[in-house]
């Protein structure tokens, strides 16, 4: 309907807080102004955060985001980081989850669906052994070849800068374009065995924050953070379900690109460049 739909994390405290939940807003005139917010998820529910969105051939938008559906209120992390020994930030663990739109995002599926997320070395080291998983996401949703793929920063533990390890996975869904029941998506996590994105060799323990993008050959970019104090990247020319040796971000003269743990995104622009 030519509305530009965004979403995103909001609380009345810090980044975190109880109460963070995620809104959705619309803009009739191009980001000038902002209809008023509507609630994705409520803002006395437990903590529902990071969200990106996908439209489907149909014209449906999806939303995925974190949800911490079980209500969990502390975790085990590091001492002395947490002198007790427990993290009390509840916004990056939990179950990824969805809800759709068929009205261009003026209203929501009063249903959640949850998207399973297979088992990673780096879930089965955590202090529950996988079965509470540690992840967020703020990398964007794609289509590639049919399929529906969204990004998720797995995270091994919590301590000095709150997560001690992370590393990248694609949640796969040969359906999503096409298929209308939710309860019939189907959802595989790529790369394939049990090891997702990493640093380069010799790197840290956070690859995080991955970015996609499709590439004119149809390989896979993917671009992310670290604290090693560059970016890094890797390619993959099958899909997501392997991804060539990680590399640091350089310059065209070889030069390495100096970068903090920050946002490192990149976009394939409609004149068919891109933008890093």
Request: glycine content about 12%; hydrophobic content about 30%; some cysteine.
């Amino acid at each position: 309907d030519g509305a530009w739909l965004a979403v995103l994390p909001t609380g009345k405290g810090v980044e975190g807080a109880g109460g963070q939940h995620v809104i959705s807003t619309r803009s009739l005139d191009r980001g000038k102004t902002w209809e008023k917010p509507i609630d994705v998820e409520p803002a006395d529910g437990p903590e529902a955060s990071y969200a990106v969105l996908l439209k489907v051939p149909s014209g449906r938008v999806y939303v995925f985001y974190n949800h911490n559906t079980d209500n969990i209120r502390q975790v085990i992390g590091d001492k002395p980081v947490y002198k007790d020994g427990f993290n009390r930030r509840m916004d990056s663990l939990g179950h990824f989850v969805f809800k759709y739109s068929d009205d261009h995002g003026r209203s929501w599926s009063q249903k959640r669906y949850e998207i399973p997320q297979r088992d990673f070395e780096i879930d089965r080291k955590n202090p529950y052994g996988g079965k509470l998983k540690f992840f967020w996401n703020v990398g964007r949703a794609f289509a590639y070849k049919g399929a529906g793929y969204v990004p998720l920063h797995k995270v091994g533990g919590y301590g000095e800068g709150f997560f001690t390890s992370s590393e990248g996975v694609l949640l796969r869904s040969a359906n999503l374009l096409t298929e209308r029941d939710p309860d019939k998506i189907t959802w595989e996590t790529l790369p394939d065995g049990d090891i997702g994105i990493r640093t380069p060799p010799g790197g840290g323990p956070i690859a995080e924050e991955q970015s996609f993008s499709v590439m004119s050959d149809g390989s896979l970019f993917c671009v992310f953070r670290t604290i090693d104090g560059h970016a890094a990247f890797t390619y993959s020319r099958d899909g997501g379900r392997s991804w060539d040796p990680s590399q640091y971000m350089r310059f065209a003269d070889g030069r390495l690109m100096k970068h903090p743990r920050a946002a490192t995104f990149a976009w394939r622009c409609e004149n068919g460049k891109y933008l890093y």
